[in-house]
């Protein structure tokens, strides 16, 4: 009875949150939304037209982000056998930057690489698993699962890969920069809508193939061992939740940008909230909480005036919450 | 006998090395000055090796070796080899001490711009370390973590409050130095760092025995809370002052002493000289190469060190997987 009114307020707050990015600005615009003069009238309504289409596709790209956000977060999390840890510390952003880069400096911003939103995403998401590939090849492969091996590499890889992005970022001709921070200062104030019909499908059907078996992934908290014992192919699991991991992340950074910590938060706030194992469950409260944060985050942040960035309010709180998890875990 | 003599030969390797370094240092620039010039005493040669080429050349010297004590420091004190200042949000502190000082009392002599720092990364690393000491659970690499994580936090604070009062543009030029600009005059307060060399020397023991744990210490008469608080000023100190004047140089206090210790072993007062030494080859290296890469202009020292610095650090990661298979 009480997760059910949980479940109910989580449903109301998600659609709130909608209802507030998409209608709340009509009421504190400046503007006479609804003119006598019917010309004007004709224009108004034309405008509104626009601005909530507009606002809806940025929102439906938020939740494209949310959700793909918080089911690889809460994967990794079972996956590592830790709750605090995010696949976003591997570092998928400054690969995503320094692919960039690399297709400007040696093909020109003219190349169809770069120009084609479409083409662009596929080459830099290719490379990106391939890259993950790699790592887990040469890691997990001869290591067995050490997937904390994986992270440091992960985090080494990306200070590599944002130096070398700076090099060509320097010496690369200045007209061509310009044109390249388009694509590298992707944000959610600034997002890449280009592709959003291409990530939608895309979304689906990792989600699909991410949590197809997500029994498999409750039998996984138990460890290792225990999953082994009770028939999960622990070890190919792992590969393939991986392969999904790294193209959800290039999607999510692709359309809105790295966003630290809130697959941190929206994850352990779903545990704490329906005090719950089972993923299923788990993965919808939490993308839920994810889109409540993003969109009502955003919303709110439009409305003052854009104090600050949705980004940097959530590294701050999941920074502060990271540290209170720390403490808590350990008192106990 | 014969390891010993081994381990001074090494030694006499590595002295050599660096003094190749410093000379080829000396004499990478734009302006020709030759071997003759120097010997006919020809003022204008002796000139730039006054006031540029050696002023730069020391302020590598002093930055390296510096920050590669201060990160053996960091990791004999904590037990763990992945930490050192930049992966324990010690650079974030003081980015925000930085960005802090400016906000109260606008743009400001270096020397004040260090305390803040010092200030704020002091602070930030005794946090960091109390967190520490309450984890239970420490595995070598996720603490790194956390603390990468506890730096992206300061950060994203940093960021907020420069955000708020129109900073960010100020906040971006923070930590971007480098050596290039380094001459008579703006080079000077590094020399600060040499106290704090001196200070660690004379505690380097002190430091491995804190390293061995807190009731370990005791029996041996070490008094940990204050030889822990020495190695934070230490730290703190040496990473502010480096990071105000010169920015920021990506894994010099992670990797040198790692690959040092690896040779010597953990013993702080037998590899303290060493690590000073490699440090600064490490760094005059990078400095060289970055200043010859895109000759007659140069490219920054972090981006060179961050190239080579990472390709080091993942050789050695993947060396110690095989070796724990």
């Known amino acids: 009875m009480k997760t059910r009114r949980r479940w109910i307020i989580l449903i109301s707050l998600v659609l709130f949150s909608m209802m507030f990015y998409l209608f709340f600005w009509m009421l504190t615009t400046p503007y006479d939304l609804f003119p006598s003069d019917p010309v004007r009238a004709e224009k108004m ?140 200062e992707v944000s959610i104030t600034n997002m890449n809508l280009s592709i959003i019909w291409l990530a939608l499908p895309l979304m689906i059907i990792i989600i699909y193939l991410l949590m197809k078996d997500y029994r498999e992934y409750d039998v996984m908290t138990l460890g290792e061992h225990n999953a082994i014992g009770l028939g999960v192919r622990y070890a190919k699991k792992m590969n393939t939740s991986l392969i999904y991991m790294a193209l959800a992340m290039s999607i999510s950074t692709a359309l809105i940008g790295p966003i630290s910590f809130l697959g941190l938060i929206s994850v352990n706030a779903a545990r704490e909230m329906l005090k719950d194992y089972k993923h299923l469950p788990l993965f919808l409260a939490s993308s839920m909480i994810t889109v409540i944060f993003l969109v009502l985050g955003q919303g709110i942040i439009a409305e003052t005036g854009y104090l600050t960035t949705v980004t940097v309010l959530i590294s701050m709180v999941g920074g502060i919450y990271m540290i209170y998890l720390i403490l808590k875990e350990n008192k106990a | 006998m014969k390891l010993k003599k081994i381990f001074s030969h090494r030694r006499f390797f590595l002295i050599i090395i660096f003094l190749i370094l410093v000379i080829a240092s000396l004499s990478v620039g734009i302006l020709d000055v030759s071997l003759s010039d120097l010997i006919r005493f020809d003022q204008d040669a002796w000139n730039v090796i006054w006031i540029s080429r050696l002023p730069r050349t020391i302020a590598i010297i002093l930055t390296a070796s510096s920050l590669s004590i201060a990160g053996l420091i960091m990791q004999a004190i904590s037990r763990n080899k992945f930490i050192s200042p930049s992966t324990a949000g010690t650079t974030n502190a003081a980015i925000l001490g930085v960005l802090i000082g400016y906000l109260i009392m606008g743009n400001q002599p270096v020397i004040i711009r260090s305390i803040f720092a010092f200030v704020f990364a002091m602070v930030s690393t005794l946090f960091f370390m109390l967190m520490l000491k309450r984890i239970k659970f420490k595995n070598v690499i996720y603490v790194p973590l956390i603390g990468m994580m506890y730096g992206a936090m300061i950060s994203s604070v940093a960021t907020f409050i420069a955000h708020r009062y129109n900073a960010l543009q100020f906040l971006n030029t923070i930590g971007i130095g480098g050596f290039s600009n380094k001459a008579v005059g703006s080079y000077e307060l590094l020399y600060v760092v040499v106290p704090a060399m001196i200070i660690a020397l004379i505690y380097a023991t002190r430091f491995s025995i804190v390293g061995m744990g807190e009731d370990f210490a005791k029996n041996l008469g070490v008094s940990y809370g204050v030889v822990i608080s020495v190695g934070l000023f230490v730290i703190a100190l040496i990473s502010s002052v480096t990071f105000v004047m010169v920015g920021i140089l990506p894994f010099v206090g992670l990797i040198v002493p790692n690959l040092v210790t690896h040779y010597y072993g953990d013993h702080v007062k037998k590899t303290i000289v060493d690590i000073a030494l490699f440090g600064s080859s490490f760094v005059l290296l990078n400095d060289i190469l970055s200043r010859l890469i895109v000759f007659p202009y140069e490219i920054s020292i972090s981006f060179t060190m961050g190239v080579t610095g990472a390709i080091i650090f993942l050789i050695l990661i993947i060396r110690r997987m095989r070796y724990e298979n």
Do not use: C, H
């Open chain 1, 45 to 184: 309504r034309e405008a509104i037209f626009n601005i909530i289409s507009r606002r809806s596709i940025q929102m439906l790209a938020m939740i494209i982000s949310a959700i793909l956000i918080s089911s690889t977060s809460l994967v990794f999390q079972t996956m590592t056998q830790n709750r605090i840890l995010t696949p976003s510390l591997i570092g998928f952003d400054a690969i995503f930057i320094s692919v960039q880069t690399t297709i400007v400096f040696f093909l020109s911003s003219s190349s169809i690489f770069f120009v084609n939103p479409y083409l662009n995403f596929l080459v830099s998401a290719g490379l990106m698993i391939v890259v993950s590939l790699a790592l887990y090849r040469l890691i997990l492969k001869k290591n067995k699962n050490n997937i904390i091996f994986l992270l440091l590499v992960g985090m080494v890889l990306s200070t590599l890969s944002r130096s070398f992005a700076s090099f060509l970022q320097t010496v690369m001709d200045p007209d061509e920069f310009q044109s390249l921070t388009i694509r590298t």
